[in-house]
């Protein structure tokens, strides 16, 4: 028998604890530690900016049009979502709706009930037209959405009052409660949407309002006086791309910034030996993986099952995290990880192993492969530089003499991965936002949902199609796992994906807060900081 309450029961169970690791040094608080009860002098607080440092460059303010993590850390605090996953207990909870949904016993009708006295930024009401004005430009397939996929279940929705929506769905959604807390699910307000360009002049209910950014160096932002919930300790903050993260690090021991949320392993000792700063990390739903294009490749050599295992053979990930990344992750053998609902651990028996001396013996069957050109595309941050550096020398350690490092900038890559005969293998990353195993597979792999970066054969794709819809038209979890290990067993198997490290969120801030976290997406709401006593 069907519960649909069982079922976000078991959702929530599966979800990414966020419990916090212990600290790094002497001077490490955990980053749990109840806010102060007192916070010093309001006055003297509100009169001090909060800096962040980002290493990578946002690319939009729209929630509905931008999916990576640097405009994501702007827009989380502009806009909300119906829904959120609690950050003590993993649980969805109710954000901008009023209660968790109700959903008929066939799951085809699911009634929202929205939160009543909140408006967004430019004074337009929030209400059930603003949802259901939402939900049909991510259907809209002119407009160019994200994320489409988070309302493909969708069929029709009403408003029956200003206060309740109900969506009508095309089949049993599994995932549905957890695209309503998607950051790419965010409500926009219509007025804003209509009259003005919300990647340059963002509006949203959020508990901070825009004020301004200058395009490639930052975002100013303040205090909502007038948010409907709790508001914020913290008035004021600018986001400034600061792309040298040795020059970031440096503003942190100056004081010039006050928190990072992403700082590698190179940075850890500077930070680590500055009383004045503390550095953590916390569990996260991420995975960082080489995608090997068995279509529309620069190489057509890459539709070779065997030249892609032979590839696949020698990425030496194990070493990569041993001793680039110090144990602040975990080898990833599975598309889907331990943290993630899907898994199950007969998913890494699929595994390709770094296996140098296989993948030679695999180019010496096949004269001239070991001299075929494949072109690396590389984003040019800090993570993402080390690490193609890293895995071309360990490719040419395995017998490829020709793989060539193409790199270009964050937003750039963002575009160019998607192109046609544009690469033959690029690095690339997912923040498990719902944690849901569907939510990784069908934005990243399906063939009509998908980015399409990674290109399988239209057989392949036909089979991974075909598995990830199953996944998602069924709220029974036994045949929703099943289907998504035969997913991800395609694309271990064929070697279109070799997964190398699921990791952990490694941040750091300055003592002067508390209260700071990071949600296991990677996502972090400065309305939860606090400053310390």
């Not at 909870?93 to 009930?113: C, F, R």
């Not at 049909?136 to 309302?151: C, E, M, N, Q, Y």
């Not at 995290?321 to 599975?334: D, K, P």
């Not at 072109?375 to 193609?388: A, C, D, N, R, W």
């Amino acid at each position: 028998m069907r519960s649909w309450k069982k079922l976000l029961s078991l959702t929530a169970a599966c979800a990414l604890s966020v419990s916090l690791l212990a600290g790094c040094s002497g001077t490490t608080t955990p980053a749990t530690e109840p806010a102060a009860s007192g916070s010093g002098d309001a006055a003297a607080t509100d009169g001090k900016m909060f800096n962040v440092a980002l290493t990578a460059a946002f690319t939009g303010f729209d929630p509905l049009r931008t999916n990576d993590s640097a405009s994501t850390y702007v827009n989380a605090q502009i806009y909300e979502t119906l829904y959120r996953i609690d950050p003590e207990t993993d649980e969805y909870m109710p954000l901008l709706a009023a209660e968790m949904p109700e959903y008929s016993e066939d799951g085809l009708t699911v009634t929202v009930k929205l939160r009543e006295g909140v408006t967004f930024h430019d004074g337009t009401p929030f209400n059930s037209e603003a949802v259901k004005y939402t939900f049909d430009l991510i259907k809209d397939p002119d407009f160019g959405s994200a994320r489409a996929s988070i309302a493909g279940s969708i069929d029709t929705m009403e408003c029956p009052d200003d206060y309740t929506i109900v969506f009508h769905l095309l089949y049993e959604d599994g995932v549905f409660t957890a695209k309503l807390a998607h950051t790419n699910s965010a409500i926009v307000s219509p007025t804003a949407q209509q009259n003005q360009d919300l990647m340059t002049q963002p509006c949203g209910t959020g508990p901070y309002k825009f004020v301004s950014s200058v395009s490639g160096s930052n975002v100013v932002l303040t205090r909502n006086e007038d948010y409907w919930g709790e508001k914020p300790a913290i008035k004021d903050v600018t986001m400034t791309i600061i792309t040298d993260e040795s020059t970031a690090v440096s503003r942190m021991e100056t004081g010039e910034a006050d928190f990072m949320p992403k700082i590698s392993v190179e940075q850890l000792s500077r930070v680590e030996n500055n009383s004045a700063l503390t550095v953590t990390t916390s569990e996260a739903a991420q995975i960082y993986y080489m995608a090997l294009r068995g279509d529309s490749s620069v190489n057509p050599i890459m539709a070779e099952k065997d030249f892609r295992i032979a590839l696949a053979k020698g990425i030496d990930k194990e070493g990569y995290v041993e001793y680039m990344m110090q144990g602040y992750a975990e080898v990833a053998n599975s598309v889907i990880g331990p943290k993630i609902f899907g898994y199950d651990p007969s998913a890494e028996e699929h595994n390709i192993a770094y296996d140098p001396e296989g993948a030679k013996a695999i180019l010496d069957e096949h004269p001239g492969w070991a001299d075929e050109e494949i072109t690396f595309l590389v984003p040019s941050t800090p993570v993402y530089s080390k690490m193609g550096e890293y895995f071309q020398s360990s490719l040419t350690n395995a017998g490829f003499n020709n793989v060539n490092i193409e790199t270009m900038d964050w937003s750039a890559w963002l575009t160019e991965s998607k192109v046609d005969g544009r690469f033959d293998i690029t690095l690339a990353a997912w923040s498990n936002v719902t944690r849901d195993g569907t939510e990784l597979m069908e934005p990243n792999f399906h063939s009509v949902n998908g980015q399409r970066r990674v290109r399988l054969s239209a057989e392949d794709w036909a089979l991974v199609d075909g598995y990830i819809d199953a996944s998602k038209t069924t709220s029974d979890t036994a045949v929703r796992t099943e289907n998504l290990l035969n997913c991800n067993a395609v694309l271990m198997d064929e070697a279109y994906i070799q997964p190398i490290y699921n990791s952990t969120n490694l941040f750091c801030y300055s003592n002067e807060y508390t209260n700071v976290t990071l949600d296991a997406g990677g996502t972090f709401y400065i309305c939860d900081f606090q400053y310390a006593a």
